[in-house]
Structure formats: C-alpha cells, structure tokens
C-alpha cells in the first residue's frame, strides 16, 4: 500500500523560495513514477514535476527554471524545491505516484495521493 505524506508548505512572499518535501513507502514493483500536482481554487489538477525511476525528470512550462524535482535514491522521499514563487503559484500541492512508465504531467495516471500541503505566495 503506497502511502505519500507531504510537508513544507506555508505563506511566502513573491519572489522567495519554499521546498516541499514528501515522505514515500509501500511502492509496489510496478510503481514508475513520482511527482508533484498542484491545485489552484477554482482550477483543476495540474501536474507540476515528475521524476522516473531512472531519474528523468519532466515539468509543467510555467515552474521551468525555477522549480527541481528530485528524490532519495532509496525511493523514501520526493522534494520540490520552487524557486521565485510567484503569485500564480498559489495552490495545494500534492506529491503523488503512478504506475505510468513514461511519466507524464497528467493527473488522470496517478494512482496514488497525499494529502496535500497548501502554497500561498502573496
């Protein structure tokens, strides 16, 4: 049973920077890829950044050069460490896990949710 616990969100001011963090277990053998989606009130989910298995890493046009995804070699955790946040960043961030081998930004292949951790940037 895959089980994802994020952290590290609060209220931060334009243009500084927040790293959110995720807690990973139970990944099963098929389980290929992780990632980070966020949803803005009144939005729907999009996906922000994803890192494969063998580490190849994809984000949304927006984050580009200002948000990195990484993990633990061990597969134990996922951060986002975001960058010049902007007003548009706001959101609840959810850390997230597929099955999905190419590892797109698509929220419709996730298998499993955290719970979310809310981003406010004023």
């Known amino acids: 049973h895959v089980q994802l616990v994020e952290s590290g969100g609060g209220s931060v001011q334009a243009g500084e920077s927040r790293r959110l963090s995720c807690v990973t277990s139970?990944?099963?053998?098929?389980?290929?890829?992780v990632a980070w989606v966020r949803q803005a009130p009144g939005k729907q989910r999009e996906g922000v950044a994803a890192i494969r298995r063998d580490d190849l890493t994809a984000y949304t046009d927006s984050v580009k050069g200002r948000f990195t995804i990484s993990k633990d070699n061990a597969g134990n955790s996922l951060s986002l460490h975001m960058t010049n946040l902007k007003p548009e960043d706001t959101a609840m961030y959810y850390c997230?896990?597929?099955?999905?081998?190419?590892?797109?930004?698509?929220?419709?292949?996730?298998?499993?949710w955290g719970q979310g951790t809310q981003v406010t940037v004023s």
């Open positions: 139970g990944y099963t053998s098929t389980t290929s890829c």
């Open positions: 997230a896990a597929s099955d999905d081998l190419v590892c797109r930004l698509d929220p419709s292949v996730v298998n499993y």
